[in-house]
């Protein structure tokens, strides 16, 4: 537990500290909701350190996350929104008038309001909730498209660059560090198989006929927060990972976390299939906000769920040759069974592929 009041201080809160506890399920950085007297009304706030050992320029981080919020403020209030501040995170600014303070150990502190009324499911429990996610993260996209000013930092270069993911996974193979190259040729050879897939929408980015857009990385359902009442997807959060990239980056990821039938680490290979009636409500939810994508991203919505399913079993594959040294794992041949169970999902997806691109086709 770290001293909360102490960090309270460095920001600009005009209100009187009462108590904090940790909060939430994060594994990354360090969150607390903490409670606070302003003018005689109980109020709670979000203090959150953000991991520093993860995200090396932490400074840079907050630049892209205050840029972000306070564009999609602006854009929310401009829509005459009466819940704008319910419906994008807000950043309290430090002592100094910056979006981040540091403390006496070095560690990189922010502050949000507490968006009350709302909760965060860490998995998808119905297809209501997976158009709610959806809609949620296309109006994120939305919010963010006019973004004026340079561009975003790249905070993880090449996040999602599976060409080059496709060339570590090369690198991995050629030396071979934990000895383990032998017991997976036919996985390595599936990868190679489909290198043309890894380079289709980096293609279509270099040639201009899909735009770089504000994109969020982590498209999972605890990443929305859904109304109390009506359970409508209301707010986007942790945005460490919002950099420029393709939109349909953050749709394929949507695809790969919620529409398959198991878990993705599931051993069990024959458990995998696909959800098609989950995957159409990510359709609908999407499109239902995502107004501004161009006829090249909607044509390659249903690939992007296999090609982010791809580069994400690439990426458990170079781990379990390296060693097991990115991803934590619980057990032997963890990220093995990662791997193996995304590269059956992307086999699932090719055979589905037909019947989703006519859902996108008449979404």
Not at 24 to 48: E, F, K, L, M, P
Not at 193 to 201: E, L, Q, T
Not at 256 to 265: G, L, M, N, Q, S
């Amino acid at each position: 537990m770290h001293d909360i009041r102490a960090i309270s201080a460095l920001f600009d809160m005009r209100a009187d500290f009462l108590d904090a506890q940790a909060f939430g399920s994060g594994h990354i950085n360090d969150t607390y909701s903490a409670w606070y007297d302003q003018a005689g009304r109980r109020v709670r706030y979000i203090h959150q350190r953000v991991n520093h050992l993860v995200f090396k320029e932490p400074v840079k981080v907050m630049e892209n996350v205050a840029r972000v919020t306070r564009h999609a403020l602006d854009e929310l209030l401009a829509s005459g929104n009466p819940d704008s501040h319910r419906r994008t995170l807000t950043c309290i600014p430090a002592k100094d008038g910056k979006p981040y303070a540091f403390d006496a150990e070095g560690s990189l502190w922010r502050t949000y309001p507490f968006i009350e009324r709302a909760i965060g499911y860490d998995e998808i429990q119905n297809n209501e909730q997976a158009y709610e996610a959806a809609r949620a993260f296309g109006a994120f996209q939305n919010l963010t498209a006019g973004l004026a000013g340079e561009r975003l930092h790249e905070t993880i270069p090449d996040f999602h660059h599976t060409p080059r993911r496709l060339e570590a996974l090369e690198a991995a193979v050629l030396n071979d560090a934990a000895g383990r190259a032998s017991g997976v040729a036919e996985e390595i050879a599936f990868a190679r198989a489909r290198a043309a897939d890894c380079s289709r929408i980096t293609d279509l980015i270099a040639s201009g006929e899909i735009p770089e857009r504000v994109t969020h990385n982590d498209t999972k359902l605890n990443n929305v927060l859904l109304d109390e009442t009506t359970a409508e997807g209301i707010c986007v959060i942790d945005l460490d990972t919002t950099m420029p990239g393709s939109a349909l980056y953050d749709f394929g990821d949507m695809v790969r976390t919620a529409a398959p039938t198991t878990r993705e680490d599931d051993p069990d290979v024959t458990h995998i299939g696909l959800r098609l009636d989950r995957f159409e409500a990510l359709v609908r939810g999407y499109l239902s906000t995502a107004t501004f994508l161009n006829p090249a991203e909607r044509a390659n919505l249903a690939f992007s769920g296999k090609l982010l399913t791809l580069e994400c079993g690439i990426r458990f594959l170079t781990d379990y040759l390296n060693g097991d040294t990115y991803f934590k794992i619980k057990r032997p041949r963890h990220n093995l069974d990662r791997c193996r169970n995304q590269f059956a999902f992307v086999r699932t997806l090719e055979e589905n592929m037909p019947a989703m691109e006519e859902i996108v086709a008449n979404a």
